[in-house]
């Protein structure tokens, strides 16, 4: 059981980060819209910051863990540009992705986000179950 | 062109506060993302932990709001209006879902791995903008 221990604290502080935009900013912490506003070239300054200090985190935990937080990619290089294709496109179209929708729109008992997130969970089942039964 | 400051720290505040729990969780690595998702393989349930923690404390943070008049460095909330749940709604989320099961990454945490300093992890978050650029481009065309 302590095993969720560390991602349950992970969690706890992705909550307390988007309460605080919420009632500091009044904003949704929706990292597909500040990150596409900013790629749409009408991003407010306070996307910008946000982007800032997140770029920071895993430096600040890499500086109190002794160690970089783990991140192992298996994907090939042709298979991680289409999936940041559809992840751009679809959190784009979509509306938002798993903070915004995920954890913010369920917080808030949105009947679109309980949607958007049934759905991309049951893609992302879906899609991880046929790549590694059905990949050589 | 006035700048809000305490907005723009508690900005920083929060992206920062974000991206450390995303440091904690797991979900910047694509092999527990992916395992998560591995429901009917080797299913690693810690991605629930990080949600439903997240969701928790949001879901006090939102019923705050609702007994707020207003947000403390901005003079309204600012959100989504939409209601409905629509085509566009389903058919992002289920091309979201599969980029991210695909990749095992998704846009907060690729933002955040960019300072790993992995080429895989910027080929994605390119490939992530070239997209939301394209949406931006097919939905000015269509709508």
């Known amino acids: 059981m302590n095993s969720y221990i560390v991602p349950l604290a992970g969690g706890l502080l992705i909550g307390l980060s988007a309460t605080m935009l919420l009632l500091l900013n009044g904003r949704i912490a929706g990292i597909s819209g500040i990150f596409g506003r900013i790629v749409e070239r009408r991003g407010a300054a306070t996307d910008a910051a946000f982007v800032v200090g997140l770029l920071l985190g895993p430096m600040a935990y890499s500086l109190a863990a002794g160690h970089a937080p783990v991140s192992t990619v298996t994907a090939s290089t042709a298979t991680l540009a289409v999936a940041g294709l559809l992840v751009g496109f679809g959190s784009r179209m979509g509306s938002g992705c798993t903070s915004g929708h995920g954890v913010l729109g369920l917080a808030r008992l949105s009947p679109r986000s309980v949607a958007a997130v049934a759905t991309f969970l049951a893609a992302g089942v879906l899609t991880v179950t046929l790549v590694r039964n059905l990949a050589p | ?143």
């Open chain 2, 1 to 143: 062109m006035k700048l809000n400051i305490p907005a723009l720290l508690a900005a920083l505040v929060c992206g920062h506060v974000f991206g450390l729990g995303l440091s904690l969780s797991g979900m910047l690595d694509p092999v527990r993302v992916q395992a998560f998702l591995d429901v009917t393989g080797a299913w690693s349930p810690d991605l629930a932990f990080v949600l439903g923690g997240a969701v928790a404390v949001s879901l006090i943070g939102v019923a705050i709001m609702r007994r707020s008049r207003k947000p403390v460095f901005d003079h309204a909330f600012h959100l989504p209006t939409i209601r409905r749940i629509d085509r566009r709604l389903v058919a992002g989320s289920a091309m979201f879902g599969i980029g991210w099961g695909l990749g095992g990454l998704c846009p907060g945490p690729a933002i955040a791995a960019l300072t790993l300093g992995s080429s895989d992890v910027v080929v994605f978050v390119i490939a992530m903008a070239v997209g939301m650029l394209i949406h931006d481009q097919w939905a000015r065309v269509r709508l």
